[in-house]
């Protein structure tokens, strides 16, 4: 009888110590698999954050006539001598539909189109929104689509706002998590102001 | 008696393991909070920057002399020139007939008052505002602008000089914190200076 109990205990434990080592090891592989999707998509949307701030920044750049040819919440075309070559380039911004991007496992995530003299890029950055806001000199906002040259040339400021997810979900015990990161700023590209300092 | 304390062992490795893992998930959150302050207090920066160096020049009036500038001691929007002071503390919202929400409902964006309000750069010393970030939540941003010296910004000035320095302070407790769990600001700082009267 005390070697059954013996063995029934010493089982007990056994049983114990695997689960105690499972859920570990397994917060463990979540918390690694969880960081690496973290860094890609925090990397994803700094590329991104910098690319649209080398871009944007440049608008009008040696460029003699209209400067913004159309703009709206999700487009944005304009012409710049983006690489100081005395070159004007044609540059134009806007969001493909989710369905180009269905390599990946996220439903919401679509490509960015960059257009340039040089060809045209489908950027896979994560996306999952991706909005623009123009304002005039006095701070407000231009009723979008803006297509007429008088009233892109009131455009001032550029509001720009994204949020980048991870291509892969996280399956933790509780919930699907989706690695993310936001980011918006203000842009004022400087051939469009006349800066008083 | 053994096994009982190769449990207490097991425990004290998984704990320390758990608490390992939660603090890199931590630094994690930390970092993307940082990246988003950042962003927010540069868009401030560059509001601010974008203005009219002072109150005197918004007429397209040039300053020859730092002494026809506003004083220090009169930062802040100018009631007797017509401009709002905004006492509360700033946010911007989305109104969809009569519900709001601080983030995109599809409703008309209603912007933070200071881009209608202020005109000069001096408006926005005392200035707060809150900014929403959808994962983050609220950001607190509090701006101080004071005269700084021309040969060494770093140290502020009480005479009026061609030079004022924007500070610019994001608060948020999802932002790294220092040893003793204090919440460490981001500070981004810039000076706009005066140089019209060269042109």
Same mark, same amino acid.
């Given at each position: 009888?005390?070697?059954?109990?013996? +063995?029934?205990?010493?089982?007990?434990?056994?049983?114990?110590?695997?689960?105690?080592?499972?859920?570990?090891?397994?917060?463990? %592989?979540?918390?690694? +698999?969880?960081? &690496?999707?973290?860094?890609?998509?925090?990397? %994803?949307?700094?590329?991104? =954050?910098?690319?649209?701030?080398?871009?944007?920044?440049?608008?009008?750049?040696?460029?003699?006539?209209?400067?913004?040819?159309?703009?709206?919440?999700?487009?944005?075309? #304009?012409?710049?001598?983006?690489?100081?070559?005395?070159?004007?380039?044609?540059?134009?911004?806007?969001?493909?539909?989710?369905?180009?991007?269905?390599?990946?496992? %996220?439903?919401?995530? #679509?490509?960015?189109?960059?257009?340039?003299?040089?060809?045209?890029?489908?950027?896979?950055?994560?996306?999952?929104? #991706?909005?623009?806001?123009?304002?005039?000199?006095? #701070?407000?906002?231009?009723?979008?689509?803006?297509? &007429?040259?008088?009233?892109? =040339?009131?455009?001032?400021?550029?509001?720009?706002?994204?949020?980048?997810?991870?291509?892969?979900? &996280?399956?933790?015990?509780?919930?699907?998590?989706? =690695?993310?990161?936001?980011?918006?700023?203000?842009?004022?590209?400087? %051939?469009?102001?006349?800066? +008083? +300092? | 008696? @053994?096994?009982?304390?190769? !449990?207490?062992? @097991?425990?004290?490795?998984?704990?320390?393991?758990?608490?390992?893992?939660?603090?890199?998930?931590?630094?994690?959150? $930390?970092?993307?909070?940082?990246?988003?302050?950042?962003?927010?207090?540069?868009?401030?920066?560059?509001?601010?920057?974008?203005?009219?160096?002072?109150?005197?020049?918004?007429?397209?009036?040039?300053?020859?002399?730092?002494?026809?500038?506003? @004083?220090?001691?009169? !930062?802040?929007?100018?009631? $007797?020139?017509? $401009?709002?002071?905004?006492?509360?503390?700033?946010?911007?919202?989305? /109104?969809?007939?009569? *519900?709001?929400?601080?983030?995109?409902?599809?409703?008309?964006?209603?912007? !933070?008052?200071?881009?209608?309000?202020? /005109?000069?750069?001096?408006?926005?010393?005392?200035?707060?505002?809150?900014?929403?970030?959808?994962?983050?939540?609220? !950001?607190?941003?509090?701006?101080?602008?004071?005269?700084?010296?021309?040969? *060494?910004?770093?140290?502020?000035? *009480?005479?009026?000089?061609?030079?004022?320095?924007?500070?610019?302070?994001?608060?948020?407790?999802?932002?790294?914190?220092?040893?003793?769990?204090?919440?460490?600001?981001?500070?981004?700082? /810039?000076?706009?200076?005066?140089?019209?009267?060269?042109?």
């Amino acid at each position: 009888m005390n070697i059954m109990l013996d +063995y029934i205990a010493s089982m007990l434990i056994f049983g114990i110590l695997i689960l105690t080592i499972a859920r570990v090891q397994s917060n463990i %592989n979540t918390t690694l +698999y969880l960081n &690496t999707q973290s860094i890609i998509t925090q990397g %994803n949307a700094t590329s991104l =954050a910098r690319q649209i701030e080398w871009d944007f920044l440049k608008i009008g750049h040696r460029v003699p006539g209209q400067k913004i040819i159309y703009a709206d919440s999700t487009r944005l075309r #304009f012409r710049s001598d983006l690489e100081n070559r005395h070159f004007i380039d044609d540059v134009r911004y806007r969001i493909l539909s989710t369905s180009e991007l269905s390599a990946t496992f %996220n439903p919401r995530d #679509f490509p960015l189109e960059r257009e340039t003299g040089s060809g045209t890029i489908k950027q896979n950055f994560g996306l999952v929104e #991706f909005k623009l806001h123009y304002i005039d000199s006095l #701070f407000r906002p231009i009723p979008m689509p803006i297509t &007429t040259e008088s009233a892109c =040339a009131q455009i001032k400021g550029i509001y720009v706002s994204f949020r980048v997810e991870a291509p892969e979900p &996280t399956v933790t015990a509780v919930d699907t998590q989706w =690695a993310a990161i936001s980011w918006q700023k203000l842009l004022f590209p400087r %051939n469009l102001n006349s800066l +008083y +300092y | 008696m @053994l096994i009982l304390g190769a !449990f207490v062992l @097991l425990s004290l490795l998984a704990l320390s393991i758990n608490q390992t893992l939660l603090s890199t998930q931590t630094i994690g959150l $930390e970092m993307e909070a940082n990246l988003t302050a950042l962003s927010i207090a540069q868009s401030l920066m560059d509001e601010i920057t974008t203005q009219e160096f002072d109150e005197r020049t918004t007429t397209g009036v040039k300053i020859y002399s730092p002494l026809d500038m506003t @004083l220090a001691a009169s !930062f802040g929007p100018l009631v $007797e020139a017509g $401009e709002t002071p905004i006492t509360w503390v700033d946010s911007a919202y989305y /109104d969809l007939g009569g *519900t709001t929400k601080p983030y995109d409902n599809g409703g008309i964006l209603n912007d !933070f008052r200071s881009k209608a309000y202020y /005109d000069d750069v001096d408006d926005y010393n005392g200035y707060r505002r809150k900014v929403y970030d959808y994962r983050m939540g609220y !950001f607190d941003v509090d701006v101080i602008i004071e005269y700084v010296n021309e040969t *060494t910004p770093d140290s502020t000035s *009480t005479d009026r000089t061609n030079q004022k320095r924007v500070s610019v302070t994001v608060t948020q407790f999802n932002l790294s914190k220092n040893q003793a769990g204090v919440v460490l600001s981001v500070v981004l700082k /810039d000076l706009a200076v005066y140089r019209r009267f060269f042109q």
